[in-house]
């Protein structure tokens, strides 16, 4: 299982990025998948996340209206499209895959993480 993400790097204030989240091992319909960042001296933290279903998404309040999560199955990847960055958004940000069943959490994967810098 590989959870390989891209798409990172330094933007300026205002710009856009979009993350994405290579998998293999599995596919991404089958799982919970989610973003998460961590910037320096901060606790991880939940950026996004869409069910197996696809049918709800969920985000942190800091990023709604900026940020969409989405999945394509025919490349079984997972991406965050990140608009109107701020100098807050600065993280390692990090794809997390997780497998529930009968309520409890089977398996959860974490990708390597990619570096999200915002700054002028």
């Known amino acids: 299982v590989q959870l390989v993400e891209s798409g990172g790097g330094l933007v300026q204030p205002g710009g856009s990025l979009r993350l994405s989240c290579a998998v293999s091992?599995?596919?991404?319909?089958?799982?919970?998948m989610s973003w998460h960042r961590q910037a320096p001296g901060k606790e991880r933290e939940l950026v996004a996340g869409i069910t197996s279903a696809g049918s709800s998404t969920n985000y942190a309040d800091s990023v709604k209206g900026r940020f969409t999560i989405s999945r394509d199955r025919a490349k079984n990847t997972v991406y965050l499209q990140m608009n109107s960055l701020e100098p807050d958004d600065t993280a390692e940000y990090y794809c997390?895959?997780?497998?529930?069943?009968?309520?409890?959490?089977?398996?959860?994967?974490w990708g390597q993480g990619t570096q999200v810098t915002v700054s002028s």
């Open positions: 091992g599995f596919t991404v319909s089958t799982y919970d």
């Open positions: 997390n895959a997780v497998l529930i069943r009968w309520g409890k959490k089977i398996y959860d994967y």
